[in-house]
């Protein structure tokens, strides 16, 4: 067999082993009747994705199947995020599930998203998001009313890609973003078009990133779902987005006529500034999700609100357009993954064991259980960048990148933004640790407290070394083409 196709299949590991789980949970599904068999299937499934996965940490970057796929460290760390997160909420929020489509639906989800971050075509694209996007309205249809609602937004947002996509096609004569890119550099074209087209794609893809204002339905939805179904558009889906858009960006606009004469130089095609649109639409997220959330009482509400801000904070160091913005970018969402996974974890029992659902109803936890409402206070102190933690490096860089991009005015606007969001932080532990104990008290099991300690010591840790961090962001930022 030709060693090519054998390479090939080798980067494509991930996808592979995803796709034959998937095959064989429907194949063995109606002789098994043990529900947790099926759920071992999938997560072992995941598992050997995840592992697969390292196999081509060190390969060299190219492009697969004639430019439809690309293999690059920035897929390969973007695919451990996503898979690995689907892993933490397999097994704390689908474990038990009644219904082992969702199993099933879960691996097409995660199977969607990792074809998503190594796509170059956008056709190749398109499909992959709406193969995540299905499971996620699947998964949603326990409530018809409200899954119906997020069901317009979202096909209405993949509509206005498609259409984003057939102008960017009759612009450029392509569909592979490095055609495009390429014709960009070479060939005089309509400016107009070209931004219509690309103003189409981000705000179509502006509803999976959960930013404002294109997506204001997830606080809503976020209200009557389960929080496991807002988990998985709040993670795994945003952590996709953001791949998406900024391979999207950073290749179309890159300026391949000229000649670079260093290395880490990004030059830009300059004729439309896209750089100002992803400014403007961060600072529009961080400052209604740090500020809104001031006066939210429901807590997965509280959760939502969150994610639009730290999506914002993310489009910030997209919007310095420049290879250390990719760095710190790369670095902040490593960051951001496992905060968010850590305040899930810390929710979950809060919602499940003590049946809290609004935040008044918080008065004493921190005294019944100190653990996982100090973990709680932590995971929520190092996404706004609290010292001693590592969200603080994290935000010093990406401060750093925004700067050198020249967009002061977004770093204010952020750091003031974020001294609402610190203020709600200390509400939120006063509650929890000034009141007597809480009423109703409940047994958390030893093993769940161990794996929250576990997610807690990188945020402690790396607050105080963080260079391990720094060189697996510097790792992932190496982006095919630069």
Same mark, same amino acid.
């Given at each position: ?29 109606? !002789? ?42 920035? *897929? ?10 689907? %892993? ?100 005089t074209y309509n400016s107009l078009t070209l931004l219509i087209s690309i103003l189409l794609i981000t705000a179509g893809l502006g509803f999976k990133l959960l930013v404002f204002p294109f997506n204001f339905i997830f606080p809503e939805m976020s209200e009557? !779902? ?8 709040a993670i795994p889906s945003l952590i996709t987005g953001i791949a998406v858009i900024t391979r999207l960006l950073f290749t179309i606009f890159h300026d391949v006529n000229s000649f670079e004469t260093a290395n880490n130089s990004f030059v830009v095609i300059?004729? %439309?500034? @896209? ?35 730290? *999506? ?59 653990? %996982? ?16 933690? @590592? ?17 002061? @005015?977004?770093?204010? %606007? ?8 610190l203020y709600f932080i200390f509400k939120l532990i006063y509650n929890m640790f000034s009141a007597p104990i809480h009423k109703k008290t409940v047994k958390i099991e030893t093993l769940y407290k161990i794996l929250l300690l576990i997610f807690l010591i ?25």
């Open positions: 067999m030709n060693p090519e196709i054998i390479n090939t299949f080798v980067w494509l590991l991930p996808e592979i082993t995803l796709a034959i789980t998937i095959i064989t949970i429907t194949a063995l599904s109606g !002789f098994l009747k043990s529900k947790s068999v099926i759920f071992y299937m999938l997560l072992s499934g995941l598992l050997l994705s995840i592992a697969s996965n390292s196999v081509g940490v060190y390969s060299q970057s190219r492009i697969m199947f004639n430019g439809v796929l690309i293999h690059d460290n920035f *897929s390969v760390v973007l695919k451990f995020l996503i898979i690995f997160s689907v %892993i933490v909420m397999s097994l704390f929020f689908f474990r038990k599930s009644k219904h082992h489509e969702e199993y099933l639906l879960l691996l097409i989800f995660t199977l969607g998203n990792c074809l998503s971050v190594s796509s170059s075509d956008l056709i190749m694209l398109f499909i992959s998001l709406e193969m995540s996007n299905i499971a996620i309205y699947i998964l949603f249809s326990s409530e018809k009313k409200p899954a119906l609602k997020y069901f317009i937004y979202g096909i209405t947002s993949s509509l206005v890609i498609l259409y984003g996509i057939s102008i960017l096609y009759g612009l450029t004569g392509s569909t592979g973003i490095y055609e495009i890119s390429k014709f960009l550099s070479f060939n009557k !779902f389960p929080i496991a179904n807002i988990s998985l558009p300059d004729e %439309i500034k @896209w750089e100002l649109l992803i400014a403007i639409i961060s600072a529009a997220s961080i400052v209604t999700g740090n500020l809104v959330v001031l006066w939210q009482y429901h807590l997965r509400k509280i959760f939502a609100f969150i994610i639009l801000s730290q *999506s914002g904070y993310l489009l910030m160091a997209i919007a310095a357009g420049t290879i250390e913005g990719l760095t710190a970018l790369m670095l902040n969402l490593i960051i951001f993954t496992f905060n968010m996974l850590g305040v899930l974890l810390c929710l979950k029992p809060i919602m499940e064991k003590y049946k809290v659902s609004v935040i008044d109803d918080l008065k004493g936890l921190g005294r019944n259980d100190p653990l %996982i409402c100090t973990a709680l206070s932590i995971f929520l102190a190092a996404s706004v960048g609290f010292p001693l933690t @590592w969200g603080f490096p994290g935000k010093l860089y990406l401060y750093s990148s925004v700067i050198t991009g020249g967009y002061q @005015w977004l770093e204010f %606007i952020s750091i003031i933004s974020s001294v609402a969001f990188p945020v402690i840790l790396f607050g105080v070394y963080f260079t391990p961090v720094t060189a697996l962001a510097n790792f992932s930022s190496k982006m095919f083409g630069f």
